[in-house]
C-alpha cells in the first residue's frame, strides 16, 4: 500500500472561529484517499529577533521547523490583514527561513484564503506567493482558491461548509494539489 502523503496545515488566524481554519478543516477533509492533513498549532511563538535566534531557537521554533520538513507538502489557509499577511504568520515564516536545512525549499505548498469581504483575500495570496518565492518553494498555482463573503458559507456552530460551489473548489484545488506533490516529487528525483 502507498503510504499516505503527509501534508501539514498551517492557518494564518489563531482564533477559534476562524473561517480560515474552517476552509483548512474543509480541505483536509476534501483530501484524496492518499492524502493526510494535520494542522500545526503555533500559537505563543516568540517575535523573531537575531539576538534570540544567537542564544538558541526557541524550542517551539524547531519542532515546527522539524515537523515542516518531514512533511510533503504544507497546506495554507490564511486571511489578509491589512492587503497582506498576518503579523503572525510572517513572523513564523520568518523564522523557519532561518534554517539551515531550507525546510521550505521544493517544498510543494498551496494557498487559499477566506474572508468576509468579497475578494476572499486575493491580495494577501499573491504577497504570501512572493515570500514562499523567495523561500524556493514550489507553489501550487491553480486552482486558486478564495472563498469571499466566507462568513455566510460556514455554519457557525458545528463550522461546516454550507456553500456547495466553496466545497467543489477546494475538492478540485486539492485533487490537483495531489499531482503537484507527485510531479514536483518526479522533478527532485
Ligand atoms: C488586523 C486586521 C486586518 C484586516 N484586513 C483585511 C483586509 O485587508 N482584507 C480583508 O478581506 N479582510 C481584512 N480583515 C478582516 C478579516 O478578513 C476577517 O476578520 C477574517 O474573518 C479573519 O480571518 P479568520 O476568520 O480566519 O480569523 C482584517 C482583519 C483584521 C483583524
Redesign the pocket.
Known amino acids: 500500500m502507498t503510504p499516505a502523503l503527509d501534508i501539514v496545515g498551517l492557518?494564518?488566524?489563531?482564533?477559534a472561529?476562524?473561517?480560515?481554519?474552517?476552509?483548512l478543516n474543509l480541505a483536509g477533509a476534501s483530501m484524496p484517499a492518499g492524502m493526510q492533513l494535520e494542522v500545526l498549532d503555533w500559537r505563543g511563538l516568540p517575535l523573531f529577533d537575531g539576538d534570540v535566534m544567537a542564544q538558541g531557537v526557541p524550542a517551539a521554533v524547531t519542532a515546527l521547523t522539524e515537523r515542516i520538513r518531514r512533511a510533503d507538502a504544507v497546506l495554507i489557509?490564511?486571511?489578509?490583514?491589512?492587503?497582506?499577511l498576518?503579523g503572525g504568520l510572517k513572523n513564523l515564516i520568518d523564522w523557519i527561513s532561518r534554517d539551515a536545512t531550507q525546510p521550505f525549499a521544493l517544498k510543494p505548498v498551496a494557498i487559499l484564503s477566506?474572508?468576509?469581504?468579497?475578494?476572499?483575500?486575493a491580495?494577501?495570496q499573491y504577497d504570501l506567493r512572493r515570500v514562499m518565492l523567495f523561500l524556493n518553494a514550489m507553489v501550487l498555482a491553480k486552482p486558486e482558491v478564495f472563498i469571499g463573503s466566507?462568513?455566510g458559507k460556514f455554519d457557525a456552530a458545528s463550522g461546516e461548509c454550507t456553500d456547495e460551489a466553496t466545497r467543489k473548489f477546494i475538492s478540485a484545488q486539492m485533487l490537483a494539489f495531489e499531482g503537484w506533490i507527485a510531479g514536483v516529487r518526479r522533478l527532485r528525483g
Do not use: D, H, I, M
Open positions: 492557518c494564518g488566524s489563531l482564533r472561529a476562524s473561517l480560515n481554519r474552517k476552509a489557509a490564511t486571511p489578509e490583514y491589512n492587503f497582506s498576518p477566506a474572508s468576509p469581504g468579497p475578494l476572499g483575500g491580495r494577501v466566507a462568513a
